[in-house]
């Protein structure tokens, strides 16, 4: 039977997954950003609701509620990105025998690998993800003239989705997968279930993990996993995680200082040494299988990728907040400094026990410094989130979701000049609530 207190987050979880499908439908008046500030909205109704449903019926709630919330990202195609269709063809040509890094989709000698789904004919390329070769074909792939970026697990994860269909469908169910299990670790964790509906809930894995089917989701669990072993002790497994999460998407590489948290106020531990070398260790020898097959072209298009976003020298893109108060030379440099306060404050003052703590702080500071425009990005923040229940720093991925609608610098350092108040004002609010607390409680005695 259904509690008073359950009934509300009901109705309010019921209210958010049907505004999430109308979202990926993009049904009904609103436009896109309209369903996005709804879907919003929606959200920071229902978790708070959450938090008063008892334990026994919040868990089960949590589930089919994190069910819900990606299964409508099925809905439709991908939406808002065109990464998936990469993810195809990278498991379809190692299904082939041929290593992902050896062609470019539009090589000649890969022609027969081709399919219309990933290669449609005859419709004038006129589709928003349809673009195309330098021979006059049409491609869904993005960038079809360059090389993989995405390193080695994620490259085995593409391969063993292949016998789904060798379609985007079955990436996208795969998404469903990823993001319903991490939501069961997070309960698994033994938190209040409130905090794993932080990701489980969360509009972004509607959109991110399941209808654009990013494979940062899959770093995500793993980073989820790798820090949860390392709170218990369990450092080769933790090591192993975390070095398999860096090698889906290098971007989990900014929770490594939280699992070692205080190693600089301490002796290092022989914990220390064993997850920091499985981690790196597990990195390096994913990379072997490829190394042998493609030699250096293993870096596929990573240095051209961050060339065209933004992050070189004389073509500065990123680093919005830090270029209102710095010329554009000293930008990288400014948030490189930065970013290693932060990592050297972790490492000496972060808490081992709480480790998603630290990683948090590293990786939501990053993305501030940064400034990136993809807001999948932040589904390795979300996942923290719900780790550490400080839900302020989900004003980053939702600052990065505000760019990528919008565009142009303006719009990066409002969003991003949002967030940064977002995550500094809330603790203090925080603070301050708790004294107040304090005192009325002194008060009645």
Known sequence: MISRTALPCLLALAALVTALALTVAQGGALPLHGWYLLDAALFAVAVPLLRRVPGRQAVPLVLAGSLAVAAVGLLAPPRTSDDAYRYVWDGRVQAAGISPYAHTPDDPALARLRDPGLFPAGDGCTGWD??????GDCTRINRPAVHTVYPPVAQAWFLA??????????????????????????????RAPWRAALWGWFPGVTVWAVNDAHVDTLGALLTVAGLGCAARGRAVRGGLLLGGAVATKLLPALALPGALSGLLARR??????????????????????????????????????????????????????????????????AAGLVLAIVV??????????RPWAGALL?????????????????????ALVALDGRWEWLAVPAAGQALYLTGGQTAQQLAYGTALCVVLLVPLLRQHLAGRAVVAVAGER
């Open 161 to 190: 989705l292949h016998p789904l269909g060798g379609g985007v469908r079955g990436v996208q169910a795969a998404g469903v997968l990823l993001a319903v299990a991490t939501t069961g670790l997070l309960l698994g964790a033994g």
């Open 268 to 333: 290092p531990t022989r914990g220390d040494v064993l997850l920091l070398g499985s981690a790196l260790g597990a990195f390096a020898l994913s990379y072997l299988p490829y190394v042998a097959a493609s030699g250096t072209s293993v870096l596929g298009y990573l240095p051209g990728y961050l060339r065209e976003e933004g992050y070189e020298q004389g073509h500065i893109d990123r680093f919005g907040l830090l270029r209102l108060v710095l010329p554009d030379r000293l930008a990288p440099w």
């Open 362 to 382: 590293v990786t939501g500071t990053a993305l501030l410094l940064v400034a990136p425009g993809y807001p999948w990005y932040g589904l390795l923040v979300v």
């Open 130 to 135: 349809e673009r195309p070769t330098a021979a």
């Open 344 to 353: 050297f404050r972790v490492l000496r003052r972060g808490d081992r026990e």
